[in-house]
């Protein structure tokens, strides 16, 4: 799949629920309404588009939520799609908020998954307990000793939040070297009513680096993932740091990705409203020719960019969805 602006599209995201254990203040509404399940793709149906797409030369599947181990019998999705790898597929790994890893990693190292990223802002209890409204952050830290044990590589992303987390970087950077761990720090994004004023929590991460080179001996890296971050070694932990900058740099230029919703809606941005309901072709008895000619049209339709910007005057979030609902 080539898009309009001559980007392969390898890499794919797919929610498979928008439900989770979680309601962190910068992702949902604290009284979020979640979607009826007729709306919610089975697993079968998740696992039939992914096919799709891995036939259309998509090489790296992650799967997302919402938290997509709240899911009900999700490893039987992850084991199917695990024996595609070395048949098309080369990765598949998933984001999670690491509060059921305790109970999978094992199972997902058995599957196939190598690496993993854990979303996590805070080592303080209480602070944790706040960001995540829900959340104990004992429980994630015996997810994180499950999937060192499993032997799955494991990425904390982190999103920098001013006035909340931006006096722990430092801290969070050296424990992640301490655990093996490389860390990513994310840039809030205008997405979704969440009740909270994403103007105020914004942090620049050209700032946060400037802060880190005081301590820390940064150097660039070619290191890829196959996602948006721009990585450094930190000479000082032996590991790496990743910066994701929707605000501050604009990394649309080396976009490879598509994001599919659990409802079958796929996104071609995730900064732009604009989508294709892949749902209805798949449920209507499309053969796979037509759901592959759906999804070739909606490549034909991914935009150059996205338009976030942090505006002072906006009192609305830039995309009305919630980054819960879109898929990490």
């Avoid at 987390?165 to 720090?185: A, H, M, P, V, Y």
């Avoid at 929590?201 to 890296?221: D, G, I, N």
């Avoid at 000082?236 to 990743?242: A, D, H, Q, S, Y």
């Avoid at 294709?276 to 070739?296: H, K, N, Q, V, Y």
Wanted: net charge neutral; hydrophobic share 40%.
């Amino acid at each position: 799949m080539i898009d309009p602006f001559g980007r392969h599209i390898t890499y794919i995201r797919v929610s498979v629920t928008d439900r989770c254990d979680l309601r962190c203040v910068y992702c949902m509404a604290e009284d979020m309404t979640f979607l009826p399940k007729a709306e919610i793709l089975s697993l079968e149906e998740l696992e039939r588009m992914c096919g799709a797409f891995i036939g259309l030369g998509v090489k790296k599947i992650r799967l997302t939520g919402g938290e997509p181990l709240v899911r009900r019998n999700v490893m039987q999705l992850i084991e199917n799609l695990g024996r595609r790898l070395g048949d098309g597929l080369e990765e598949l790994t998933l984001t999670t908020n690491g509060t059921q890893l305790a109970r999978h990693a094992a199972a997902l190292a058995a599957a196939g998954v190598r690496r993993i990223n854990v979303s996590l802002d805070t080592l303080d209890g209480e602070k944790f307990t706040a960001i995540t409204r829900l959340g104990r952050i004992e429980t994630v830290l015996e997810g994180l000793e499950a999937a060192k044990a499993a032997g799955l590589a494991v990425k904390i992303n982190t999103v920098a939040l001013k006035g909340v987390n931006e006096d722990e970087i430092e801290d969070l950077l050296q424990w992640c070297g301490s655990q093996g761990f490389d860390l990513c720090l994310i840039e809030t994004m205008p997405m979704g009513e969440i009740g909270a004023d994403r103007v105020d929590q914004y942090l620049p991460l050209s700032l946060v680096r400037a802060r880190l080179k005081r301590r820390f001996t940064l150097a660039e890296t070619n290191y890829r993932t196959g996602g948006p971050a721009r990585y450094y070694s930190v000479a000082e932990t032996g590991r790496r740091l990743g910066f994701i900058t929707p605000m501050t740099h604009n990394f649309c230029e080396g976009c490879n990705r598509v994001r599919l919703t659990c409802t079958g809606t796929l996104y071609m941005c995730l900064g732009q409203d604009d989508a294709a309901d892949l749902r209805r072709p798949l449920r209507e008895g499309t053969d796979d020719a037509g759901l592959i000619a759906a999804i070739r049209e909606a490549i034909s339709r991914k935009p150059k960019g996205h338009d976030f910007v942090i505006d002072r005057r906006q009192d609305r979030p830039a995309v009305a969805r919630h980054m819960s609902v879109t898929g990490g």
